[in-house]
Nanobody
Framework: QVQLVESGGGLVQAGGSLRLSCAASERAFSGYAMAWFRQAAGRGREFVGAVSWSAGRNVYADSVKGRFTISRDNAKNTVYLQMNSLKPEDTAVYYC??????????????????WGQGTQVTVSL
């Protein structure tokens, strides 16, 4: 069974930092790529960043490049999203996703097979 469970969301002031965690089942963790997406209230789900360790690729949305970083802990089957210099426009529900097989761009929703339930991040002024 494939599972993804996010945690670490919360309320933070603008300029602050948060680290989100995504605890994954073995199958999800060892797939082709893992990604983070987010969805603000009243808006569609948008790509944040993705990484494929097997392919040596990582991509980030322009809006978070230089501020957000994806990393992993193999011993814990956990992927992290380190978010620095947070802005109010980063407020959203953040979702972890896993692509078990090849993902050409790693940026689009249909490329991912499994999703977590999401964790809320709120950035105040």
């Amino acid at each position: 069974q494939v599972q993804l469970v996010e945690s670490g969301g919360g309320l933070v002031q603008a300029g602050g930092s948060l680290r989100l965690s995504c605890a994954a089942s073995e199958r999800a963790f060892s797939g082709y790529a893992m990604a983070w997406f987010r969805q603000a209230a009243g808006r569609g789900r948008e790509f944040v960043g993705a990484v494929s360790w097997s392919a040596g690729r990582n991509v980030y949305a322009d809006s978070v490049k230089g501020r957000f970083t994806i990393s992993r802990d193999n011993a814990k089957n956990t992927v992290y999203l380190q978010m620095n210099s947070l802005k109010p426009e980063d407020t959203a529900v953040y979702y972890c996703a896993s692509a078990l097989h090849t993902a050409a761009t790693m940026r689009t929703i249909p490329e991912y097979d499994y999703w977590g339930q999401g964790t809320q991040v709120t950035v105040s002024l």
